[in-house]
């Protein structure tokens, strides 16, 4: 095969492939990027291994990818705040920038949003990609593309705990220690919660949270919600200010309304089945607040900012290393559930 543009490329539910594709051009406010480091996430592989997520359908051959950074090649017309051979991370969604959603600066909730990776829009799981310009944001020269593409996951925790509202000394509950159960504990704290709580059913996912700054960590050994929350109150003292579950699981959504404090909040992350059963009169009569995400809105700058100033360390995330060529070893792994988060490297081959 010849590697213009090798591009991984799912064409049905469990049929990934590596194809070559033609450099695409940049148009008027875009540019021309040589990818550098893709990172994959949960939504990658259930999208290869379910070939749907809700309403997102496969119904074309699509890119894989979205997690991402690279290095500016090309500028499209008018293009004037980048220049090429600049080092950008890659914030994946623009929206249309002209509804009500828009206007009022929660553009996440755009209906015309064009998401990476996510039907029908293509990713960036490439040598090349073409993205418009000012949702590309340059990287200091100490941060590293890894953690450029890391900024995907951590805009994520940025937007839950701006949604739950974390503040210098609120205790805080994270259920669930994956990949973006971990970024949470690491913006809580870098937002000064005083203590943080982690649950998980996992000990070597709850041994990372530790690692990350975790002051306590809950393994779940019960489906009834009610004897972790017992196990979480002992470790805190009390209920938590703010739980943000992160693992979609229908108990665990449980577990984060009973041990909120009365009045707290209750932040969904996490993405599982679309009818749960919730205490919801549990949660109305103790004024607890449940309030959803959707991805992120105007959090790219906070998250970079977090790194660049060093308040966050996103590298102990990175636990596997693969290079495009091996695309489908890498979905392998993470399919398997090896480690936290799997790089991709874009580069091509040193001869």
């Known amino acids: 095969m010849t590697d213009i543009n090798l591009t991984a490329v799912l064409f049905e539910?469990?049929?990934l492939r590596m194809e070559d594709c033609p450099i695409p051009s940049p148009g008027p406010g875009q540019v021309?990027?040589?990818?550098?480091?893709?990172g994959i996430c949960g939504s990658d592989v259930h999208?290869?291994?379910?070939?749907r997520i809700g309403d997102f359908v496969l119904?074309?051959?699509m890119v894989l990818g979205h997690e991402a950074s690279a290095v500016v090649s090309k500028l499209g017309e008018g293009v004037t705040s980048l220049k090429i051979g600049d080092r950008v991370a890659i914030e994946p969604g623009v929206p249309c920038r002209k509804c009500n959603y828009c206007k009022i600066g929660r553009y996440n909730l755009c209906l015309d949003m064009k998401f990476c990776a996510t039907p029908p829009y293509d990713g960036n799981l490439a040598?090349?990609?073409v993205h418009d310009a000012d949702?590309?944001?340059?990287?200091?020269?100490h941060v590293s593309f890894e953690e450029g593409a890391l900024l995907?996951?951590?805009?994520?925790?940025?937007?839950?705990?701006?949604r739950a509202g974390v503040k210098l000394g609120n205790t805080v509950l994270v259920c669930g220690a994956g990949p973006i159960g971990l970024v949470n504990i690491l913006t809580a704290k870098a937002k000064g919660a005083a203590f943080v709580c982690v649950t998980d059913l996992d000990a070597s996912r709850l041994d990372m949270a530790k690692k990350l700054g975790a002051d306590f960590t809950v393994q779940v050994t019960s489906r009834d919600p009610l004897v972790t929350v017992q196990a979480i109150e002992e470790a805190l003292g009390d209920k938590a200010d703010i739980a943000i579950e992160c693992s979609g699981a229908a108990p665990s959504l449980k577990t984060a309304i009973y041990a909120t404090k009365s009045g707290g909040v209750v932040v969904l992350v996490g993405l599982g089945q679309e009818m749960v059963e919730m205490p919801v009169v549990n949660a109305g009569v103790r004024e607890v607040d449940i309030r959803g995400i959707f991805r992120y809105v105007n959090c790219y700058p906070t998250a970079l900012a977090m790194i660049a100033s060093g308040k966050v360390?996103?590298?102990?995330?990175v636990t596997h290393r693969f290079k495009l060529e091996e695309s489908i070893k890498a979905f392998e792994a993470a399919k398997r559930g090896e480690g936290i988060k799997i790089m991709i490297s874009c580069e091509r081959k040193k001869l």
Do not use: I
């Not at 999208?47 to 070939?51: A, E, I, L, P, R």
């Not at 949702?135 to 020269?141: A, Q, V």
């Open 13 to 15: 539910q469990n049929d």
């Open 32 to 38: 021309l990027l040589e990818m550098k480091e893709v």
């Open 47 to 51: 999208y290869w291994t379910h070939g």
């Open 59 to 61: 119904n074309a051959p």
């Open 127 to 129: 040598r090349f990609y």
């Open 135 to 141: 949702f590309c944001f340059k990287l200091p020269d």
């Open 152 to 162: 995907e996951p951590l805009s994520v925790a940025v937007h839950a705990t701006n």
């Open 313 to 317: 360390n996103v590298k102990p995330l």
